[in-house]
């Protein structure tokens, strides 16, 4: 079953009112005002945002402008894979959320870097923001872990013959989903959204959309593809170039997502017959979501943070750079209120974890089909 109709509005209930949240929000806030610092991007992150940037825009201008062997672009393009993920996991991701600055002007401008990528993100906000932050983890509404054809991401669908298989060939299928995301995705969440509601826009305005949408597409594809062509190089050779761009970005991105999510210990919790979910909205986020590698920095520099998923989805309208630093504060509350704080040590920790997981979903019959 895919995503079609939300079911009316889920709601938390947190009966022992504990006040996590609440406490947790007050130590963050004190966190800032006590350094003087702005929980927005620093120096830091501006470097950042023009090294990816740079990883990215640099070696398409050598692939037009500079003579070179079919191995030499072929590398290039791998260049701007680690450049299209580390833009969107480090750069336009913080923009959309609000989080890169104070200014929502700025937050707008940047996360238009979503576009130079070929995505739209009226819609990338709807998945993400909208229902992957709000109900996470939550099979129907989470558009993230809706299942990908042959990929099967939760205990409460239709398990497949085919799914028993899903640990050894998911990783080719990551390769694929911004490529898909390019050519289809956005075309697809538009008219699902427009009809299940969850995109609220009138008809005059998604008009507008669908119209800043396509642009995107032809702009996008006329000049990666294009441009290159234009420049001399084989329609082959920019073909295969292009895609390889998008398989080292499409696994990256992916991967990164799912050792959040899709691995050990996370719940997977669904809403009883009138839309409720028995927990408070942030101690459900902490159930549903795992950091991991917290100690490589490197790892942690390229993606954006995202290896400390529990503190963003606690405050995604706090900059990446500061989660290492909160961290401590996350774990030190949970703990206080007896509330889980999920960690894999290391990203080949984190990996195994997702793989297990992967096997597990592949034989799980139907949680939902066991309860009935």
């Given at each position: 079953m895919s995503i079609t109709q939300p079911k009316g509005k889920i709601k938390?209930?947190?009966?022992?009112?504990?006040?996590?949240?609440?406490?947790?929000?007050?130590?963050?806030?004190?966190?800032?005002?006590?350094?003087?610092?702005?929980?927005?991007?620093?120096?830091?992150?501006?470097?950042?945002?023009i090294v990816l940037l740079t990883v990215y825009i640099l070696p398409f201008l050598t692939l037009l402008f500079v003579p070179m062997s079919a191995g030499i672009s072929l590398l290039l393009w791998l260049l701007m894979g680690l450049g299209v993920a580390g833009i969107g996991m480090s750069v336009?991701?913080?923009?959309?959320?609000?989080?890169?600055?104070?200014?929502?002007?700025?937050?707008?401008?940047?996360?238009?870097?979503?576009?130079?990528?070929?995505?739209?993100?009226?819609?990338?906000?709807?998945?993400?923001?909208?229902?992957?932050?709000?109900?996470?983890?939550?099979?129907?509404?989470?558009?993230?872990?809706?299942?990908?054809?042959?990929?099967?991401?939760?205990?409460?669908?239709?398990?497949?013959?085919?799914?028993r298989y899903q640990w050894l060939y998911a990783f080719a299928f990551y390769g694929i989903t911004t490529l898909y995301w390019v050519l289809l995705k956005d075309f697809v969440q538009f008219v699902r959204y427009t009809r299940n509601g969850v995109n609220v826009r009138s008809k005059s305005e998604n008009r507008m959309t669908m119209i800043r949408i396509i642009a995107v597409k032809v702009i996008y594809l006329a000049i990666t593809i294009g441009l290159p062509i234009w420049a001399g190089h084989a329609w082959v050779a920019v073909l295969g170039g292009f895609l390889l761009m998008h398989f080292t970005a499409g696994v990256i991105l992916t991967v990164v997502f799912q050792l959040a999510h899709t691995v050990e210990g996370t719940s997977h919790p669904m809403p009883s017959a009138d839309g409720s979910i028995e927990n408070e909205w942030a101690i459900h986020q902490l159930n549903t979501t795992v950091d991991f590698a917290p100690k490589n920095k490197w790892l942690s520099w390229y993606v954006g943070g995202l290896n400390f998923q529990v503190e963003h989805h606690l405050f995604p309208r706090v900059c990446h750079v500061h989660y290492p630093d909160i961290a401590p504060i996350v774990q030190q509350t949970a703990e206080e209120f007896n509330v889980p704080y999920l960690v894999n040590q290391t990203f080949s920790q984190a990996l195994h974890s997702h793989i297990a997981t992967l096997r597990r979903f592949g034989r799980l019959p139907s949680m939902d089909e066991a309860i009935g």
């Open positions: 938390f209930i947190d009966h022992d009112k504990r006040m996590f949240f609440a406490t947790l929000k007050n130590r963050v806030d004190q966190y800032f005002k006590d350094r003087g610092i702005s929980s927005h991007a620093n120096t830091k992150m501006v470097v950042k945002t336009m991701h913080d923009a959309n959320h609000g989080a890169y600055s104070e200014h929502a002007g700025v937050n707008t401008f940047i996360g238009y870097t979503l576009n130079m990528l070929g995505a739209a993100v009226s819609n990338w906000k709807l998945q993400h923001n909208l229902l992957h932050h709000t109900y996470t983890n939550i099979t129907y509404m989470d558009d993230d872990i809706d299942d990908k054809g042959v990929l099967r991401f939760s205990p409460h669908t239709e398990v497949k013959g085919i799914h």
